[in-house]
């Protein structure tokens, strides 16, 4: 009987389905199991015709049987709760990872106006700035500010190997807003004088990055524009070597 219990177990722990049923309804449902499985055990061992012994014998190995059950039950609690960890986790590291490394860039260089604008309209090629172009600015601190965001925005591309494969947001779409930054001939220039500063891995990706984001450009010269279909075309077939913890 224990045996059939164990098998009943290793069934339940594979039907993804049944397991969640069983976190869903907790305790409710194992009461549930265990009073129907009492009952019917009983009045199996009561209706049998059989020495004292061999009943008594039974019924511990019903009560053993039981037990079986609760450890069932605790071990699927474990299991549900590190997966609800590990879920609550990944979106964690999604949320941060969006704000600090697709998010905060651009709204920093927005507030940085007029001597960012140039680098942020390079960056977003497919955007329409109306041809408005300031003519009053700092050089100096142009060149500065254009310095410190290629950092920041190849820091990004390098904290995505890291924690990409964590993130919920999907690959393809990191990529898509890659392919879209280095179309920039700024951060184009400034990565050939700094990328001693990044890791080989990170210099891999930008070099495959560049590669894919001149026949984007070729594109854009030919037809005059860029569709979410270019982008994904080659976001999809872009594989990346996430780092191993």
């Known amino acids: 009987m224990i045996y059939r219990s ?6 339940i722990i594979k039907d993804q389905k049944m397991t969640d049923f069983i976190f869903k309804h ?8 265990v009073v129907i499985f009492l009952i019917v055990g009983y009045f199996s061992v009561y209706r049998l015709k059989t020495e004292k012994d061999r009943k008594i014998e039974l019924i511990i190995q019903i009560l053993a049987a039981v037990s079986v059950v609760l450890v069932a039950y605790n071990l699927i609690l474990s299991t549900q709760s590190n997966k ?40 977003t090629p ?13 050089p100096a601190k142009r060149k500065q500010i254009e310095i410190a965001y290629s950092f920041r925005v190849f820091q990004a591309m390098e904290d995505f190997l890291t924690i990409g494969s964590h993130d919920l947001t999907g690959k393809y779409v990191w990529i898509n807003n890659f392919l879209m930054w280095m179309q920039s001939p700024i951060l184009r220039e400034h990565w050939e004088v700094i990328s001693f500063n990044f890791s080989l891995d990170t210099r891999e990706i930008i070099e495959r990055l560049n590669m ?17 279909r270019d982008y994904d075309a080659v976001s999809k077939k872009f594989y990346v070597y996430f780092r191993i913890p």
């Open 26 to 33: 907790g305790i409710y449902f194992i009461l549930i199991l």
């Open 84 to 123: 609800r960890i590990e879920e609550n986790r990944n979106a964690d590291i999604t949320l941060r990872n969006i704000q600090r490394n697709w998010l905060s860039p651009q709204i920093e260089l927005s507030r940085l106006y007029p001597e960012s604008y140039f680098l942020y309209k390079s960056m």
């Open 212 to 228: 894919e984001s001149d026949a984007l450009i070729e594109k854009r010269k030919c037809h005059g524009f860029i569709t979410l």
């Open 6 to 11: 164990l098998l009943m177990l290793k069934c």
């Open 126 to 138: 497919d955007s329409d700035y109306c041809g408005f172009e300031p003519e009053v600015y700092d």
